[in-house]
């Protein structure tokens, strides 16, 4: 079910910049017992980024209150927010753009996530590497066409995932989940200063391995660190977190940072 601009529809218009440019900003959040888990930070990923995009967008009270309204709805599943910068105007300049658009739907959970979890997964490495952009590192942005073109790669691989580095060869992320690599205590995730999504589960990872017995460092590394580590994992605010069983010729028998983080990871958050 999609509600756009709060009418219960399934069509936008072809001038939207969304269409146009991939002009706008996205969230994905995970619906348990009809609540959107870390709904305060999806949120507040939407407005940072809304905020650097220099889009315009003030209906953050509406749009909460409709993206409560539909996870009520689905109970259990996903939702999804798109913010658009809104029509307006054939070339670049976003001038003659009069208001932002949003765009909500909720759908069911991915259906092979607990089986990964329960199994672990393989990972290859993707030949589609990441632009650099310092302005929109870390940001989930409209423009996915790179991830597009890794799933279009990976699909015809027998992995799960990918492993994806930047267009200097630095480790960056996944597909569509962020990574993390444990060497004896130290766990290792990659800088998003150039590249990369900045997921709200690796946010949460994050906060919750600095409370742990664990160092953590995030870090520019080639993927032999990958191939060398005791210990991979990925995540995302739908999985929440899954465990590597081989990369390349690299296997991966522990799982004490997946057993750590896995039943923390599990609660349900409303915040």
Same mark, same amino acid.
């Given at each position: 079910m999609? !509600? $756009? &601009? =709060?009418?219960?529809?399934? *069509? #936008?218009?072809?001038s939207d910049r969304s269409v146009q440019f991939g002009d706008g900003c996205f969230t994905t959040a995970r619906i348990a017992n009809g609540i959107p888990e870390f709904f305060d930070r999806h949120l507040q990923r939407l407005q940072q980024t809304c905020q650097? #995009?220099?889009i315009p967008f003030t209906d953050w009270t509406l749009l909460s209150q409709e993206m409560h309204a539909l996870a009520q709805s689905q109970q259990n599943g996903v939702l999804k927010v798109i913010i658009s910068r809104g029509s307006g105007g054939r070339g670049y300049s976003p001038s003659a753009c009069q208001r932002p658009s949003r765009i909500l739907s909720v759908s069911?959970?991915?259906?092979?996530?607990? #089986?990964?979890?329960q199994q =672990? $997964?393989? !990972?290859a #490495? *993707?030949?589609?590497r990441l632009g650099? &952009?310092?302005?929109l590192a870390g940001l989930k942005h409209l423009n996915r066409l790179e991830q597009v073109l890794i799933r279009t790669h990976l699909e015809q691989t027998q992995a799960d995932e990918a492993l994806v580095l930047d267009s200097e060869g630095w480790v960056t992320e996944c597909c569509a989940a962020n990574l993390f690599w444990r060497a004896g205590d130290t766990v290792f995730t990659p800088r998003l200063d150039h590249a990369g999504v900045n997921g709200i589960m690796r946010q949460h990872c994050l906060s919750l391995l600095a409370q742990s017995r664990f160092r953590v460092v995030e870090v520019s590394a080639r993927e032999e660190a990958v191939r060398q580590a005791d210990e991979v994992l990925i995540c995302n605010a739908l999985m929440p977190v899954v465990s590597v069983n081989q990369y390349a010729e690299a296997r991966y028998l522990s799982r004490e940072l997946f057993e750590f983080l896995a039943p923390l990871?599990?609660?349900?958050?409303?915040s």
């Open positions: 999609f !509600l $756009i &601009n =709060g009418v219960k529809q399934d *069509s #936008l218009a072809a650097t #995009l220099m069911a959970a991915p259906a092979h996530y607990p #089986l990964w979890q =672990g $997964i393989t !990972l #490495l *993707s030949p589609v650099r &952009n310092a302005m990871c599990e609660q349900s958050k409303k």
